[in-house]
Nanobody
Framework: QVQLVESGGGLVQPGGSLRLSCAAS????????MAWYRQTPGKERELVGT????????EYADSVKGRFTISRDNVKSTVYLQMNSLKPEDTAVYYC?????????????WGRGTQVTVSS
């Protein structure tokens, strides 16, 4: 059973930092690209960034480029989102996401999310 479990969210002041974690299980983590999304009430889920399974290539949304960093630990089957210089507009529920192929079918999986609130 595929599981993605986020943690590390919370309340932080503007300019502060947080590190989110996403613990994965139930699939070959090292073979899967991973992504972080975020969502605020009334808005569509927004892609924050991705990290490839090969070469650890990362890509980021323009809104977080230079402030957020995605990394992964294939031994721990965990992907991280380091968030620095946080702004109030970064307030959202952050979700971990992956797709895997099983029996020729691509399946998508989401974590339950972790709330990040940036406020003074």
């Amino acid at each position: 059973q595929v599981q993605l479990v986020e943690s590390g969210g919370g309340l932080v002041q503007p300019g502060g930092s947080l590190r989110l974690s996403c613990a994965a299980s139930g699939f070959s983590f090292s073979s899967a690209a991973m992504a972080w999304y975020r969502q605020t009430p009334g808005k569509e889920r927004e892609l924050v960034g991705t990290i490839a399974n090969i070469g650890l290539i990362t890509e980021y949304a323009d809104s977080v480029k230079g402030r957020f960093t995605i990394s992964r630990d294939n031994v721990k089957s965990t992907v991280y989102l380091q968030m620095n210089s946080l702004k109030p507009e970064d307030t959202a529920v952050y979700y971990c996401f992956t797709t895997i192929v099983r029996y020729g079918v691509r399946e998508s999986y989401w974590g339950r999310g972790t709330q990040v609130t940036v406020s003074s």
